[in-house]
């Protein structure tokens, strides 16, 4: 019964597939090129497109994010926390992200 799963999974993974809507809609970002284009042209693999932002919130939030250039991280204002982005990927693991702005203790102790 497992090696008739097996194969059937095996059979599944071999067919070729149709890019899904969310796929096809990314593909199609205005001004966007592909990977291979930007390699060519910039000589940097892989650099964040900013109008990606239109389908990127923050996992924990749900919130929109914004795209800081001069750190290459999509920041979350809300929650005082840095996505980073390597390799033009954004890391959306929440342990992943760093802390953009000191403890509630430390700021109310600087405001006071």
Known sequence: MLSATCLRLARALRRPRAPSAVVRRCLQVPGARSCA????RT???????????QFLVCPLSKKPLR????????INEELGIAY??????????????RTTRQNKKQ??????
């Open 43 to 53: 000589g940097q693999p892989g650099t964040f497109h900013p109008a990606l932002l």
């Open 107 to 112: 700021e109310e102790a600087e405001q006071h």
């Open 67 to 74: 795209y800081e250039a001069s750190t290459n991280e999509l």
């Open 84 to 97: 980073p982005i390597i390799d033009g990927i954004p890391n959306m693991i929440p342990q992943a992200a």
């Open 37 to 40: 284009d930007q390699s060519e």
